[in-house]
């Protein structure tokens, strides 16, 4: 019943920022995608993400009576469902309150792994510390598919770690199924499930015979198959329907492949995102602007994504497993572990919220290090020679205290910054977190509604701003002042915008040069006033 409240408790921090922030970069995409599929049954708009989250997204509008009108792109169709005003408010909360059962997914894998793992103060810890997550808190508030990956991704680790003790056809089935709606969430889990499974097998196999190196794990690996292939090959049976169901048992063409085959949107998709990999997308990360990408941008930007607080506690991992038999645990570093890495050969680097399911092998392992360091033995505990009635009441170590402390503190970095999740970032990154990160850590176009308050309150008609979020101009909320494109080299007289992911990943304007901001929105828009 306490994780419960927890988890009640982040879905309404969640919803408290629904009305704070307009609509982010890929949010109309996914939506009016999403309500392709619902209206039509057809996923032609792009194949690179699955229907999943978009299709729950979707929902809720058309439950609010939206439809399809077939626009040319997605983008087009969502001008018209968002629409303006009032309107654009309730839809796009709509749409986001779609996306909240996820939270709940993932909430839940987290409790039931932790729970495995170390007991139920540890399941509860971990929820705590999960629902708390300021990156968690944003992306499970936004239209987008990376809570949808975080919670199916989880709940399909998790079946395949229950589904390798005891392969019964009950499992096997929740294992095909759980696979197939993680697939169905984005295509990026079919490396990371895979990454996972490895790590987390190899581990295993390490326990029972330290020094087996990879290929004998291997070897291990196919007997096993070899042993429950009946189990396994029904999983996969029962994936692979469970995907064509989802793509509405769609039989077609795949040109790169020269065949017809079930579900060709799913193929389609896997040759866009491996196109899109090869080619790389733009990037910031440390002041330097990329294009294919570097092998630790994921592990720079959680380190300043992460409460140091979670951090810290990760280095109690290894006390866990070696000195507290904790073995459980290191199922859920495998997990992580096992994500980053892959993630980590990724030319695409856009925002920590492509390796959002690390945190559910975080929470994890954090809650088991709080509960193991809060219930370990106290030195004023009676031994089996001394009597109860003649020691003193147990004093806490400082080593509780501590652990105490950095729970607190871990609570109160995320709630300190509340509603701004999507832009956090630890004590690293200080007061200056355009120097470490941009793009969707940062700045995905979510502070427009703001800006357009606060041009309304003041009274401005006019400003020199090219948006990151050029959307918004199209549809959203509280309309913005006439807006003039400036010049690169030096502001124009009157008022001039930045948005920092505009400025940081695409280097406009450049005239800024150390300037401070005389105006801050929220954490993304910065504004000047030059005197005509």
């Known amino acids: 019943m306490l994780a419960v409240v927890l988890v009640l408790i982040g879905s309404a921090r969640i919803a408290s920022t629904y009305s704070v922030f307009s609509h982010t970069m890929d949010e109309p995409d996914h939506l009016g995608a999403g309500m392709q599929y619902l209206s039509t049954g057809l996923y032609t708009y792009e194949a690179a993400h699955t229907p999943l989250a978009r299709v729950f997204a979707a929902a809720g509008p058309w439950v609010a009576g939206e439809r399809f009108h077939n626009g040319p792109i997605p983008y087009t169709e ?11 408010q309730r839809i796009l909360t709509l749409g986001r309150l779609g996306i909240l059962p996820f939270f709940w997914v993932a909430s839940l894998v987290v409790f039931l792994w932790g729970r495995r793992c170390a007991g139920p103060l540890a399941a509860v810890i971990a929820t705590l510390l999960f629902t708390t997550l300021p990156p968690v808190l944003a992306h499970a508030g936004l239209i987008t598919t990376d809570m949808a990956l975080t919670a199916m991704v989880a709940a399909a680790a998790y079946a395949g770690l229950l589904w390798s003790e005891k392969p019964s056809w009950g499992r096997t089935v929740v294992l095909g199924l759980t696979v197939a709606l993680a697939l169905a969430a984005k295509l990026s889990a079919i490396p990371y499930l895979a990454a996972a499974w490895f790590l987390m097998y190899a581990g295993h196999l390490y326990r029972a015979r330290p020094g087996p190196g990879i290929a004998a794990c291997l070897v291990v690996f196919g007997r096993e198959i070899r042993r429950r292939w009946l189990s396994a090959a029904a999983a996969l049976g029962v994936a692979s329907l469970t995907i064509w169901a989802v793509y509405s048992f769609h039989f077609g063409p795949v040109e790169y492949l020269h065949t017809r085959l079930p579900a060709p949107e799913f193929f389609d998709g896997l040759a866009e995102v491996w196109k899109h990999n090869q080619d790389g997308h733009a990037s910031y990360l440390l002041g330097q602007r990329r294009h294919t990408g570097v092998w630790y941008f994921f592990p720079v930007t959680l380190a300043v994504k992460t409460p140091l607080a979670m951090l810290l506690m990760l280095l109690w991992a290894p006390w866990l497993v070696r000195v507290r038999g904790r073995a459980g645990v290191a199922t ?44 370990q033995p106290s030195d004023q505990e009676p031994s089996d020679h001394q009597s109860s009635d003649k020691v003193k009441p147990r004093r806490w170590q400082p080593v509780q205290f501590t652990m105490l402390a950095l729970l607190m503190w871990h609570v109160a970095s995320g709630a300190w910054q509340h509603p701004d999740y999507l832009p956090y970032t630890n004590e690293i990154a200080g007061n ?10 940062l700045d995905w176009g979510q502070d427009m509604k703001r800006l357009g308050e606060y041009f309304a309150r003041i009274g401005v008609s006019e400003v020199t701003f090219r948006p990151y979020n050029i959307t918004y101009v199209t549809m959203g909320g509280p309309p913005l002042p006439r807006m003039l494109p400036g010049e690169w080299d030096h502001p124009s007289p009157g008022w001039n915008a930045v ?32 005197p005509r």
């Open 78 to 88: 969502s001008f018209r469902i968002l629409g303006s005003g009032q309107h654009y």
């Open 332 to 375: 859920a570093v495998a997990f992580s572990a096992g994500i980053l890495l892959f993630a980590m050969t990724s030319r695409i680097n856009i925002g920590v919220r492509h390796v959002l399911p690390v945190y559910v092998g975080f929470a994890i392992v954090c809650g088991a290090a709080v509960a193991g360091v809060l219930q």
């Open 432 to 441: 200056h977190p355009e120097d470490f990160v941009g793009d969707s850590d």
């Open 499 to 530: 948005s920092l992911s505009e400025w940081k990943v695409f280097n406009h304007p450049g005239w800024i040069d150390g300037r401070q901001p005389q105006v801050r929105i929220g954490r993304t828009t910065w504004l000047w006033y030059f």
